[in-house]
Structure formats: C-alpha cells, structure tokens
C-alpha cells in the first residue's frame, strides 16, 4: 500500500503547562512562522483572563503558581520542540525543531508541538506539560471480575 499523503495545511497542537491551542498553518511553512503563531497565541488576552474553575483544575498536591504559563514578549523567549519516540509511544524527551526547517520535514498532520521556556540566562526550561488521559482509568473490583470469568452453572 503506497504511504498515505500529507495534507498542504497541517493542524497542529502547541501545548504548554495545562494549555493546548490548535493551530493551522501550510505545510511548506518553516518552524519560525509557527513560532510567530505560537508568539501569538503566549501574548493573548484570553491567558490573562480569570478562570472561574481554577480551584477544580488544579491538582491538590500541586502549587497553582506552578501552572501559570509565563509571559513572554518575543520569539526569543521559547523554543519548539516536539517528543522524542520510541515505537510510536513518548519517552518523555524532547527534541527542539530547527527554526528553518519546513513543517512536513520535522512534524506531521495532528502532531503535538511543545513549548519550551528559555531562562534568565539564555537556557531552555525542560518542557513542562499536562497531558491528561484520554480515558477515564475505570477502577473494576476484582470480585465481580472473578464471578463473571469461567463457566457457569445453569441456573433450573
């Protein structure tokens, strides 16, 4: 079966601490004009606006201050990157994608894109990001599992 083609316009997922936006852009762009979306979307009011959930999005173990995405003012502030793979699962590595480089050579359709904060001195932040389940881990009692296994007797 021949490779499946890429799209000419990627949607692509740039996530940070809890935020997760959704962006489209050409897949000939170069990482640098994603940067300039990502810029975008790290400026907007939207981040500043009060959350009337906060106190039940946060985990209760953790610093609220913690989660707070930081302010940046230009493209020299963060970095992209995406996650390192092994067999097609995250190994909790990130790689940064090259400024230059054209999105279909380094992402692909639906691929999620991490920002990673520069410090004070110029380093990168490691990537800091929550990523929730995608289903609910349903807790089974282990009696009811064990009733319901091997044959049954016919009830007269």
Do not use: C
């Amino acid at each position: 079966m021949a490779p499946r083609v890429q799209p000419k316009v990627f949607i692509l997922l740039l996530k940070t601490h809890k935020l997760t936006v959704l962006t489209t852009v050409s897949s000939t762009a170069t990482v640098n004009d994603l940067k300039g979306e990502a810029l975008e979307a790290l400026q907007s009011s939207v981040l500043q606006a009060p959350s009337s959930h906060a106190e039940f999005a946060m985990d209760e173990d953790s610093d609220p201050s913690e989660w707070v995405v930081p302010k940046v003012s230009s493209m020299d502030e963060f970095e992209l990157a995406r996650a390192v793979k092994d067999k097609g699962r995250p190994t909790g590595l990130y790689e940064k994608l090259d400024r230059t480089a054209q999105l279909k050579n380094v992402v692909t359709n639906w691929d999620s894109v991490f920002i990673q904060f520069r410090d004070p001195n110029g380093g990168l932040f490691p990537v800091k990001v929550s990523i929730p389940p995608i289903f609910a881990e349903e807790e089974e009692d282990p009696a009811s599992s064990a009733a319901r296994k091997g044959k049954r007797k016919a009830v007269e």
